[in-house]
Structures are given as structure tokens and as C-alpha cells.
């Protein structure tokens, strides 16, 4: 009779050549690192909006400066330009910030699922080591009561 540590390891083994959890598992696994991938990719163009746009009202505020000194129409123009930029990447954005939110959801739940996938390989092998264990123990006992049977008829047909 092996020990729990090692019915495990060989169920694990067992069930990872043969067992359809471990393909899900890996899909899953597959999965969550496309989304993880992703939602870096996402985090990236968030810094970046935002330094953008950090740029582009100290720009602008120049542009106000020196429209309020100047006032010409050259001025105007560049500081209703650069307020249209401003506008635009403020949307833009918006839009990746929602993004951006919505990935980290989705990779939040992805990774519950792993983990749920896990816990449940981790328990299904568990249950499977106790029980082969207990199964084990139990035909052991059986055979052992068999033998002692046959030795006690031996033994009286000998006498």
C-alpha cells in the first residue's frame, strides 16, 4: 500500500495522460495568459494617453499664455488646435479606460476560474487518493481474511 503523497502523484499522472481536466486546465491556463497579455498591452496605452494628455495641457496652458501676451490670430488658431487635440485624446481616453476596466474584469474572472479548475484537479485528487487508499486497505483486510481461512482448513484437514 504507497502512501497519499504517492497514490496522488501517480492519479496525477494517470489522470494527466488520460483525464479531460487537464486538457481544460491548459486551455484555461492558455487562456488566462492571452488575457494577461492583453490587459498589459492595455495598460501600456492607458500610461501613454495619459502622459499625453498631461503634455498636451501644459501645452495648451503655454498657448493660453501666449495668446493672452500676443493675441494675434496665429495664437488662436494654435490654441484652438491644440484644445481640439486636448478634446480628442480626453475621448480617446474614455475609451481606453473603459477598455482598460473591462479587461481586468475579464481577467479577474478568468483567473477565478483557473483557480476554481485547480482547487477542483487538487480535490478530485485528493478524493481519489483516499479513496484507493481505503479501497486498498479494505481488499488488503479481505485477502488477509481468506488467507487466514485457508491456513485454519489446512490445518484441520491435517489433523
Known amino acids: 500500500m504507497g502512501t497519499d503523497r504517492t497514490l496522488r502523484r501517480n492519479n496525477l499522472e494517470k489522470i ?3 483525464g479531460v481536466t487537464s486538457d481544460q486546465l491548459g ?5 488566462l495568459e492571452a488575457a494577461e497579455r492583453k490587459l498589459t498591452r492595455m495598460e501600456q496605452r492607458r500610461v501613454k ?7 498636451l495641457r ?14 494675434t490670430a496665429q495664437t488662436k488658431r494654435a490654441l484652438m488646435s491644440l484644445t481640439k487635440k ?5 475621448q480617446q481616453r474614455d475609451s481606453i479606460l473603459s477598455d482598460y476596466r473591462e479587461q481586468k474584469l475579464l ?16 480535490a478530485m485528487q485528493k478524493a481519489v487518493a483516499g479513496f484507493l487508499k481505503e479501497w486498498e486497505r479494505r481488499y488488503d483486510r479481505e485477502t488477509r481474511m481468506k488467507e487466514k481461512n485457508i491456513r485454519k482448513r489446512v490445518h484441520q484437514s491435517e489433523t
Open 16 to 18: 494527466a495522460t488520460l
Open 27 to 31: 486551455e484555461q491556463r492558455a487562456v
Open 49 to 55: 494617453i495619459l502622459e499625453k494628455i498631461a503634455g
Open 58 to 71: 501644459q501645452t495648451l496652458a503655454e498657448a493660453r499664455n501666449l495668446h493672452r501676451d500676443r493675441d
Open 86 to 90: 486636448l478634446d480628442s485624446a480626453m
Open 107 to 122: 481577467v479577474r474572472d478568468q483567473r477565478s476560474l483557473y483557480r476554481s479548475l485547480v482547487k477542483k484537479e487538487e
